[in-house]
């Protein structure tokens, strides 16, 4: 079968400490990031075996991954598997990137954020034209406060045409016609991030072929609901994938409302739905890190 699954496990501790974000913050303890390697690597473990399914994942831990090496391995090494379609995972790109070299760029991707008020510009944009070099699939997206609209028009500017800039609408935060306006001039798909999306009883991928998955391999159909479908370790799972409605009112986030079947954005996002790369932009790069002709 096609299966996509979302992982988040324990990590919750994050090299940034920003204000607007919805995830919970703090340092984990040692016990704490053991816990967390061993649940990562159990779950690798997991998908390596699946030689008859075909997988595409998504890391969305709550904390920062990529500054952990057990997250930079494990994506390397499922990256390499043939039933693997794509590993990709979201992240601020603080990080280091020689990593990356022992990846295949064919099948991983990377789902950035940049945070003006944690990390140098030139840091940052450094770090994109080193992926853009690697020719590794990535999308850059910004927070859609008002102080970060100059900081998003300049990464825009400075960007490979190629590369996808998308903007999250922030949460609480209303926006004037006039507002949107100007944040849909720097990414055309704004206005989905801009309202919730009316989900109750409307069809969904998740729970058929999207599933979210959690450190002790608890099952639920996406992160937003809670019921539990089964466990990923004992198969229990799969004989509960099937079409269901949304049992939610509205659904706010792109990880769940991409899923939608009444959206278009599975035609939108056609190869990169996990790394937000819409159809139009999914341009591979060349060694220089130019877009080729």
Known sequence: MDLTILYRGPLASCDYDCPYCPFAKRRDSRAQL????????????????????RLSLLFTPWGEGLVRSWYRRVLAELSRLPHIRRVAIQTNLSCRTDWLD??????????????????PYDRFLA??????????????????????????????ADLPAHVYLWINAAEGHTYTDAEADRWTALDPLFPYSRHPHRSAGLPCRTGESVISVNGEGTVRRCHFVPAVLGNLYDGSYRQALRPRACPLAVCDCHIGYVHLE???????????VLERIPADHATRTDASGAAPP
């Open 102 to 119: 022992t990846a295949d760029p064919d099948v991983l991707a990377l789902w950035c954020t940049y945070h003006p008020e944690q990390t």
């Open 262 to 272: 009444t959206l278009p954005l599975y035609d939108v996002f056609a190869g990169g």
């Open 34 to 53: 053991t816990a967390d390697r061993a649940a990562l690597e159990r779950f690798a473990a997991w998908a390596a075996a699946q030689r008859e399914d």
């Open 127 to 156: 770090k994109c034209r080193d992926l853009a070099a690697r020719g590794i699939r990535h999308s850059v997206g910004v927070v859609g406060l008002p102080g970060h609209l100059e900081h998003a028009r300049r990464l825009r």
